[in-house]
């Protein structure tokens, strides 16, 4: 089984910075990625990075603001969200994928965190 687990959420003004970090546990996981969810709205899947980090996902909301980068010596995975917005605001979740390197496919995402807040205020 693999646990993750989420740090760096918090209140930010707009324009602000926030960088999210997520530890794995438990046995090697492959792709990783990040989500979240607003109140009242779908997961939105925001960004993933592939096992060798040569490939990255973001969704176009995002783009040129959030990058997502990873360390799998110590086994986390990172995203640096700049000029944040408050359409930003959500629960952001980390997710693994146990089996393959890279996905841009939600429901391959078997391992999820608890989440964590980013409330971004106008």
């Known amino acids: 089984q693999v646990q993750l687990v989420e740090s760096g959420g918090g209140l930010v003004q707009a324009g602000g910075s926030l960088r999210l970090s997520c530890v794995a546990s438990?046995?090697?996981?492959?792709?990783m990625g990040w989500f979240r969810q607003a109140p009242g709205k779908e997961r939105e899947f925001v960004s993933a990075?592939?096992?060798?980090?040569?490939?990255?996902y973001y969704v176009d909301s995002v783009k040129g603001r959030f990058t997502i980068s990873r360390d799998n010596t110590n086994n986390k995975v990172y995203l640096q969200m700049n000029s944040l917005k408050p359409e930003d605001t959500a629960v952001y979740y980390c997710?693994?994928?146990?089996?393959?390197?890279?996905?841009?496919?939600?429901?391959?995402?078997?391992?999820w965190g608890q989440g964590t807040q980013v409330t971004v205020s106008s």
């Open positions: 438990g046995r090697t996981v492959y792709a």
């Open positions: 997710a693994a994928d146990g089996t393959r390197f890279y996905s841009t496919r939600p429901n391959d995402y078997d391992f």
């Open positions: 990075i592939s096992w060798s980090g040569s490939m990255r």
